[in-house]
């Protein structure tokens, strides 16, 4: 038996992830909305398709997100695509990256820009003593 999409559920976890609170998802939605209407429909199966197209129009999210996300299945792709084995059959390289080295390096970027400053202050420098002398 498949299993059923929550849509309700859906709609709160992608709210969740963009880091928005149901009271400003009401507030979005429109005069008619509050928390507490916002609540009630996160807890639905269902949600009628002219409305999980507002909400999908607010939240910027296509409405086949909301129609279609598993989270099972989602986690079951992520833990084959992650696991110890998968990771060696698709040639994952895991690159260190030295925090210190980064920091020397951007460190001498700044040094050989600030140094090539100096030099064009002391060519303008130069220029202008030529043209004052003359």
């Not at 199966?45 to 598993?70: H, S």
């Not at 992520?78 to 260190?96: P, Y």
Request: aromatic share 6%; hydrophobic share 40%; with cysteine.
């Amino acid at each position: 038996m498949a299993q059923k999409i929550h849509q309700g559920r859906n709609v709160k976890r992608f709210r969740e992830m963009l880091g928005i609170k149901q009271e400003v998802l009401a507030f979005d939605l429109g005069e008619e909305w509050n928390q507490k209407k916002i609540s009630l429909l996160e807890q639905k199966d269902l949600i009628e398709d002219p409305l999980l197209a507002k909400i999908a129009e607010v939240l910027k999210i296509p409405v086949e997100a909301f129609q279609n996300f598993d989270e099972e299945q989602a986690v079951n792709l992520i833990s084959c695509t992650f696991s110890d084995q998968s990771m060696f059959n698709n040639k994952v390289e895991i690159q260190n990256i030295n925090p210190i080295e980064t920091i020397l390096k951007l460190h001498e970027e700044k040094i050989a820009l600030y140094e090539r400053m100096l030099k064009e202050k002391d060519e303008m420098m130069e220029r202008m003593e030529q043209l004052i002398g003359k």
